[in-house]
Antibody, heavy 123, light 107 residues
Framework: VQLVESGGGLVQPGGSLRLSCAAS????????MSWIRQAPGNGLEWVAN????????YYVDSVKGRFTISRDNAKNSLYLQMNSLGAEDTAVYYC?????????????????WGQGTLVTVSS | DIQMTQSPSSLSLSVGDRVTITCRAS??????LNWYQQKPGKAPKVLIY???SVQSGVPSRFSGSGSGTDFTLTITSLQPEDFATYYC?????????FGQGTKVEVK
């Protein structure tokens, strides 16, 4: 299993950025996926979840209306479109797989994580 | 939102010590509680899921217990590779929330 994020970088306040996460080594279309972020020197913050077929999506309140999580199962890819960025969005952004049991039941924990991509919002 | 409070925030310990970290939820979360270990510059790694189930490949010195609002992560004999920051996380309801972390440092 491998998750590789890309798309991070320096962006001005009010700007936009699109993060990507390339998945391999597992059947991507069978797993819920998530974005989680970590501000420098701080703890972890869950950002969003997306169901296998994209039919259910959940966000933390602080990003609702600004961020959009999406996926392309044909490309084994997860995305996070981030608009109206502010300094408070500066963080390492991780994509993570939501685990499933051997019986195929969702476990609701993150069993694989990418290495993270740093987003810095600054003028 | 469900608030997750870990204690202590940091621990200074020696190899071989027993470690107990607690996590309290602001409301009942049944057993939807997970524990992660994070080392500097690395992504977190799941240790315990569903409060007490040990992730495959995780050493048996790690265990978890609790239900409802009070949970515990225990390391029976601290090893050099266990010095890290530990986070609890509830997945009972969105927004899924993490505790603030407990840093286990070398004494």
């Amino acid at each position: 299993v491998q998750l590789v994020e890309s798309g991070g970088g320096l962006v001005q306040p009010g700007g936009s950025l699109r993060l990507s996460c390339a998945a391999s080594g597992f059947t991507f279309s069978r797993h819920w996926m998530s974005w989680i972020r970590q501000a420098p020197g701080n703890g972890l913050e869950w950002v969003a979840n997306i169901k296998q077929d994209g039919s259910e999506i959940y966000y933390v309140d602080s990003v609702k209306g600004r961020f959009t999580i999406s996926r392309d199962n044909a490309k084994n890819s997860l995305y996070l479109q981030m608009n109206s960025l502010g300094a408070e969005d500066t963080a390492v952004y991780y994509c993570a797989r939501i685990a499933k049991s051997e019986m195929g039941i969702i476990r609701r924990d993150f069993d694989y994580w990418g290495q993270g991509t740093l987003v810095t919002v600054s003028s | 939102d469900i608030q997750m409070t870990q204690s202590p925030s940091s621990l200074s310990l020696s190899v071989g010590d027993r470690v107990t970290i607690t996590c309290r939820a602001s409301q009942s979360i049944s057993s939807y509680l997970n524990w992660y270990q994070q080392k500097p510059g690395k992504a977190p790694k799941v240790l315990i899921y569903a409060a007490s189930s040990v992730q495959s490949g995780v050493p048996s010195r790690f265990s978890g217990s609790g239900s409802g609002t009070d949970f515990t992560l225990t390391i029976t004999s601290l090893q050099p590779e266990d010095f890290a920051t530990y986070y609890c996380q509830q997945s009972y309801t969105t927004p899924w929330t993490f505790g603030q972390g407990t840093k286990v440092e070398v004494k």
